[in-house]
């Protein structure tokens, strides 16, 4: 199947700082991209739909402000965490498809913000 | 609520028993899908019915819809250790949205 790479794969920050997740796809044109949360032991929330050259669509409840999402080009979205504390700490994996139906995830980002 | 809901929460069997796990939902879909997630990893898409399918076979899987109930079950036969996952439903409305997940748990 198609590949999506996810980067970084952990990452530890300070509280109060900002942390940028990048997905990308490899192999294939991603019109759509997904940003989900999931935290332990949790299933995956949706967080927003993003088209590429278009602005995302934020789920109720998700902060637009706090939760940046770029994308920019056809094969990479990024989601950047603003202004991070403790609470934001969760795994965030993004998806990608192009006109099929089947959607490719990246492996996740585990981040802890300390 | 986004999420649809699967049964059970949770679900241990030995080693060749066969292992179903269900997943209902509530709006009109254009497919639904199965995933699996090993522990603090990304998923793994199993496989993929449309909504003008009743049943679809991969291997030892088997998946059956059944748009008028809304629901979904997802069978493992011969289930092996290997199985020990989460399995997740997800429903394409345009968007993906995922059930609330059943924890298996094969034991050798």
């Known amino acids: 199947g198609a590949v999506v790479s996810q980067h970084p794969s952990w990452v530890i920050c300070k509280s109060g700082t900002s942390v940028k997740i990048e997905c990308r796809s490899l192999?294939?044109?991603?019109?759509?991209m997904f940003w989900y949360r999931q935290f332990p032991k949790q299933s995956l929330m949706l967080m927003a739909t993003s088209n590429e050259g278009s602005k995302a669509t934020y789920e109720q409840g998700v902060e637009k402000d706090k939760f940046l999402i770029n994308h920019a080009s056809l094969t990479l979205s990024t989601l950047t965490v603003t202004s991070a504390h403790p609470e934001d700490s969760s795994f965030y994996i993004c998806?990608?498809?192009?006109?099929?139906?089947?959607?490719?995830f990246g492996q996740g980002t585990r981040l802890t913000v300390v | 609520s986004q999420q649809g809901e699967e049964d059970p929460q949770a679900l241990s069997i030995q080693e060749g028993e066969n292992a179903t796990m269900n997943c209902s939902y509530k709006?009109?879909?254009?497919?639904l899908q199965w995933y699996r997630q090993n522990s603090g990893r990304g998923l793994v898409h199993l496989i993929l019915?449309?909504?003008?399918?009743r049943e679809k076979h991969s291997g030892r899987l088997r998946v059956t819809l059944d748009t008028s109930k809304k629901s979904s079950s997802l069978l493992i036969t011969a289930s092996r250790a290997a199985d020990t996952a989460s399995y997740f439903c997800?429903?394409?409305?345009?968007?993906?949205?995922f059930g609330s997940g059943t924890k298996l748990n094969v034991k050798p």
């Open positions: 997800a429903t394409d409305e345009g968007k993906f949205y």
């Open positions: 709006t009109s879909i254009n497919n």
């Open positions: 998806s990608a498809r192009d006109q099929g139906a089947e959607a490719f």
């Open positions: 192999d294939f044109q991603a019109t759509t």
């Open positions: 019915i449309r909504s003008n399918e």
